[in-house]
């Protein structure tokens, strides 16, 4: 089959595949969880002929199909869902409360089974290795699967994430950076109880915490460029025991986000130095804890090109998209890049402007963002083949 005849073929299999994805929307798995999701994988990979590894970074699936002599071009993606209550009303809407496909990881699984399918019928120099990789969300699973050897005999590497900012049909390249890096923040808070119409007495943690909270987002402003992004939020806080008492330690925790690997690697240090002086203007103690947990996304440059060239001979000029800012948000598709060059781009799935962001309760990706996919990477596939 020539590249003239394949949207014939995507013919010939999407609905099938749009149905997998609706029944995987249908019954998500959390991190580390994907049992099910992992066997359904694997079965249909085996009934069209490809050599399935089960089991790859605990629930992780590693299917390959063609000649390993000379190695593998590789395929990420991503299978686990979010502990989110769904809201959108779907006809196949989860059916586990409080759990939820809002990162369209579903989506992903059925465009890696989808290019499955199509590069059967080409002829490769390079052997495809398709990565069903479990834990996204917990920034695990990659770590787990390259444990596991998804990383071996691999010569290059493709990645894709939806992106409900551009609109369905249309596919976004950046070059170098992506997204962010990650770490996480801890900060536990002591002080010294004491009866609340005496605050003078005691040390009050929470008041040392508020401190730290704004203090810190000053900070940022006046002590780091301003030209290297950093994000610090803090997402869970947790103290005192009464009302009118004052708390005697304060624990939060937080996430870190910058683009800038060189700040990356030092900013643990400038944490600790700016929240113990936040802490001891309030008289208390801290004791900070700054984990790493997943490098930035950098793109490769020769695997982007050949990217965006099968997007605009696929698409045209008009719907492929220059991105020009890294995305904040983390991505352990970086993980793979430690190892071999690589590339992700972001899938359009926003349909009749109705956009609902990544992580909500609302998000309702459209599924020919699926056809889409399926085209550019089985294009690029066979474009990195020659």
Known sequence: MNMDNLDKKLDLVINEIIDIRRHIH??????????????????????????????????????????SD??????????????????????????????????????????????????????????????????EEIACGAKWMIEDGATENLKKIIGIHVFPELPVGKVGIKEGSLTAAAGELSIEINGKSGHGARPYEGIDSIWAASKIISGIQEAVTRELNALDPLVITFGKINGGKAYNILAEKVTILGTVRCTNVDLFDNIGQWL??????????????????????????????????????????????????????????????????????????????????????????????????IRVAIKLITDTIIRLNE
Request: include cysteine; glycine fraction near 10%.
């Open 26 to 67: 249908a019954h998500p798995e959390l991190s580390g969880l994907e049992h099910q999701t992992a066997i359904l994988i694997a079965g249909y990979l085996r009934n069209i002929g490809w050599e399935v590894k089960e089991s790859i970074g605990r629930t992780g699936i590693i299917a390959e199909f063609g000649p």
């Open 70 to 135: 000379n190695g593998y071009i590789g395929l990420r993606v991503d299978m686990d869902a979010l502990p989110i209550h769904e809201n959108t009303n779907l006809d196949f809407s989860s059916t586990l409360d409080g759990v939820m496909h809002a990162c369209g990881h579903d989506l992903h699984i059925s465009i890696g089974l989808g290019v499955a399918k199509l590069i059967q019928e080409f002829k490769l120099k390079f052997g495809l290795r398709i990565i069903f990789q479990p834990a």
């Open 272 to 369: 600790n130095s700016t929240i113990s002086s936040l802490g001891r203007t309030c008289g208390a103690e801290c004791v900070i804890n700054f984990r790493k947990i997943t490098p930035p996304v950098n793109n490769d440059l020769e695997i982007n090109r050949v990217l965006r060239e099968s997007a605009l001979n696929l698409f045209g000029y008009e719907n492929v998209i220059e991105l020009q800012k890294p995305s904040m948000g983390a991505e352990d598709f970086a993980e793979f890049l430690n190892y071999v060059p690589g590339s992700m781009f972001r899938l359009g799935v926003t349909k009749n402007d109705k956009f609902f962001p990544l992580h909500s309760a609302e998000f309702n990706p459209d599924e020919m963002a």
